[in-house]
């Protein structure tokens, strides 16, 4: 597996896609699981319903945010990568936080949901045939191959995890 070109996705996703670490992408995606799901395993529902400002997301929203938003990347890399050239829409990030009710449900069911979402889409990945990862489509009416899409759900939680660990985490006053 090659990394993906600039050509192969939206110049906004350069960030995502600039945050993942070499080219074996299925390794990245399967540490990910496992680090998030340690990540998030000693956090108390306190530590869920933390925002580290007025108006920003939980992180509770934050998590459900990344599953959400992955869910989306996959299912987008599997209509490309099957050959389907159907553009695909976009998606409004705000509507599916304020609609997702993460805030009525337990941290550690929406961690276990992110474990579950990234399992599928590990295995969706590895179904891939080496033709698949280059198959070109349009999403949010930008081009974008298979490949860069799995390198933007790494980059994206990457992201996101980031954010939680130097905004989120150190701020959430101690009991």
């Known amino acids: 597996m090659k990394r993906p ?3 192969e996705y939206a110049e906004y996703y350069a960030n995502y896609i600039s945050k993942v670490p070499g ?3 299925l390794g990245v995606l399967e540490s990910q699981r ?3 799901l340690q990540l998030f395993a000693g956090r108390s529902e306190r530590d869920g319903s933390f925002r580290c400002a007025p108006g ?3 992180v509770k929203e934050v998590l459900g945010h990344i599953t959400d938003t992955e869910r ?3 299912y987008r890399a599997l209509r490309i990568g099957r050959g389907d050239q159907t553009p ?3 998606f409004e990030q705000d509507d599916f936080v304020k609609n997702g009710a993460f805030g009525e449900r337990t941290l550690a069911e929406i961690a276990e949901e992110f474990g579950a979402v990234r399992g599928a889409s590990i295995a969706l990945f590895r179904s891939f045939k080496e033709e698949a990862w280059s198959r070109r489509g349009v999403a949010s009416e930008k081009e974008v191959t298979a490949r860069a899409l799995a390198f933007m ?4 939680q990457i992201h996101h ?4 660990e130097e905004r989120y985490f150190p701020a959430i006053p101690r009991a």
Do not use: N, Y
Request: aromatic content about 8%; charged content about 15%; hydrophobic content about 55%.
């Open 5 to 7: 070109e600039a050509t």
């Open 23 to 25: 080219s074996d992408i």
């Open 34 to 36: 496992l680090q998030m």
């Open 56 to 58: 920003k997301w939980s």
């Open 72 to 74: 989306i990347f996959a």
């Open 88 to 90: 695909l829409p976009g």
């Open 153 to 156: 759900v790494a980059g994206h």
């Open 161 to 164: 995890r980031i954010i939680l």
